[in-house]
Nanobody, 125 residues
Framework: QVELVESGGGLVQAGDSLRLSCTAS????????MGWFRQAPEKDREFVAYSSWNGDSTYYTDSVKGRFAISRDNAKNTVYLQMNSLRPEDTAVYYC??????????????????WGQGTQVTVSS
């Protein structure tokens, strides 16, 4: 069992940057694949970014490639999402997720067992 707590969301202007953090408790984060999903109002939840258990492999949805970067510090049980060049269409609630260590570039929400409570990111134009 692991608990995920996100932080770092907020209101920013288009072109700004934000860094989201997600800290895992209950079990070492190195035991898990981790990632980020987001859900905008009246839209389905969508995959954003994936990190293998050791951070050696990452994967992104096309709309954020080159702008977002996922990283992790297993010594701190924390995964990050650095978001640059933010756009109004990035506005959403962002969720940190954790899944089995063996996942490879998992983009389906059903593959992840644990979810954080979400943090709101709002980008104004």
């Amino acid at each position: 069992q692991v608990e995920l707590v996100e932080s770092g969301g907020g209101l920013v202007q288009a072109g700004d940057s934000l860094r989201l953090s997600c800290t895992a408790s209950g079990r070492a984060s190195s035991s898990y694949t981790m990632g980020w999903f987001r859900q905008a109002p009246e839209k389905d939840r969508e995959f954003v970014a994936y990190s293998s258990w050791n951070g050696d492999s990452t994967y992104y949805t096309d709309s954020v490639k080159g702008r977002f970067a996922i990283s992790r510090d297993n010594a701190k049980n924390t995964v990050y999402l650095q978001m640059n060049s933010l756009r109004p269409e990035d506005t959403a609630v962002y969720y940190c997720v954790a899944g089995p260590r063996w996942l490879w570039r998992a983009t389906d929400s059903s593959e992840y067992d644990y979810w954080g409570q979400g943090t709101q990111v709002t980008v104004s134009s």
